[in-house]
């Protein structure tokens, strides 16, 4: 049986049903989401199920998206499955009020510094981390700086003074 | 002790351990990164990492650049094979907008790609010998990666940080003088290699040094993220060259070299082994690139000319060709809506760009996926109990480049 997009979509649902959705398959990866109360239960069975054998973690990192009210942090786990050489994207959206995930760190080790990174610039708390505390920035950061309401300077703002810059 | 002078921490005397702060700046660390080891005697107890000193905030910085400004930004990932991230990044932009690059091109990237995998490497071999104690490597080997930055500096400029190809291929065509000297390099390469690895491969001392330190199970690997020669090293042939081949590496015959042990020894005999590939690789599409006879051959680039610099002549006489230019140079180009997650086997390992654009000129977010950045938190278990000597050794194996873990 190779492990196809809608094989492992087939799988997610007869074992998750309603609570796994949005399948997408943005540029050949298959993209889905679950509730952030079963992010666990999920990564766990793509892990263990002797089917699917979603055993790395390449990547988790995180999205904000300020104007989804209540879904403002999406926590994005990419997941391969070396020996059939397949990818996946798995979504988990959370409230930024309460920005609670579960760690991912108990299963994969490699998820301690990619969810220290993750709450070093988005917030997401990872509940039972072991060492949830910044990594990037300074300890004394009283701010998650890759969150929208942080701009970087306007390119476009007309309150710059060219002849500040030798120019004009 | 009342009339005591000096006030030592609470606790310090009853310590049996001793606390050595390994970094940031220290000669073993080859980069800004604090260790802070506990240490029984000579014996590692535990480790704290402590990273960030030159973080730049590269990804919060992307968010508001055109596609063709980030990649200057990724030069500054892992500077020892910038190329190969810009690469990497242009890449993932064609996949994003769908770009289809000719062969040319793609082989020429395969070149570029691969000396500076080379380059890369032999860093980082050298580096490990340095550390043992034997400096002759390391300085003969010099010359040849200055060989190869004389090759980038042909082709775009620059030789370090080196922003080098447009999406869809290279600013400019390879000059004769870059072949000739890539000729030069496949020439006198080989020769070099072989007396530097004879100075390692059977030494004595260097392999008591190296071997069975610093060692890890393939399962451990996998479960820490690990990529690249670490990770073949410990026995695991995953390499993205062959598993999900891009720029057509398809076309090439090479082999998979890997290790059984993931030990520092291993490590350089993988890295070592991969460069004779890579020189094969080059050798290669060398040999394809000069296939290409007449008008092919002065192909250098895909026909993308919403993001490509028009030449300079047409600028100035065709209407089309300037309204490319002004948008190209002012960042107007609109990018398509996407998520698009691209890999390119980096010179330590898996370095994948996820990328999400919501239509407008620039990325919504994009996330760098730093290979050094995953498996350096491996680096406690990896030494624990060990020697601080070995510790050192491992460090400096494992390939670490500071500006790719702060990105």
Redesign the interface.
Known sequence: MSLTSEYIQQRLQDKFGEQVGSFEQ??G?L?FEAPKEINLKVLNFLFDDPHLQF?????L?A??YPDQTGRELAV?Y?LHN?SA?V?L?FKVFTDIQTPDVYTASGL???A???ER?TYD?FGVNFVGHPNLK?????DEMDYF??RKE????D?TRIDKDDAMFGRG | MKDQHIKLPEGSIEKTTTTLNLGPTHPATHGVMQNILELDGERVVSTEQT??YI?R?F???A??RPLYQITTLTDRLNYCSSPINNMGWHMTCE??LGVKTPKRVDYLRVIIMELSRISDHLICNSIVGVDAGAYTGFLYVMQYRELIYEIYEEVCGARLTTNMGRIGGFERNFSDVAFQKIEKFLKEYPVVLKEFEDLFIRNRIFMDRTKYTGGISAE?A????FTGPNLRAAG?D?DLRV??PYSSYEDFKFNIPVGNTGDNYDRWLVRQREMWESLSIVEQAYRKVQDFKGKEADVYHADVPAYYLPEKADVYTKMEALIYHFKIVMGETDIPK????H?VEGGNG?L?F?L?SDGGRTP??L?F?RPC??Y???YEELIKGSMLSDAIMTMSSLNLIAGEL??
């Open positions: 943005p540029y990866m993209t055993r790395f973690l390449t990547d990192t999205v904000h994005v990419h070396l050489n990818r994207r994969f080790s490699a301690n510094w990619m990174e610039f910044r990594i990037l920035n300074v700086p890759l942080f701009p970087l300077e390119q | 990273i960030g973080h905030a990804e919060k910085l968010e508001r996949k994003l451990r996998l479960n820490y993220g695991v995953y598993h999900q996407g998520e698009v997650y890999a898996e994948g996820y999400i919504y977010r996330h996926r950045f995953v350096y938190q491996a702060d990105a």
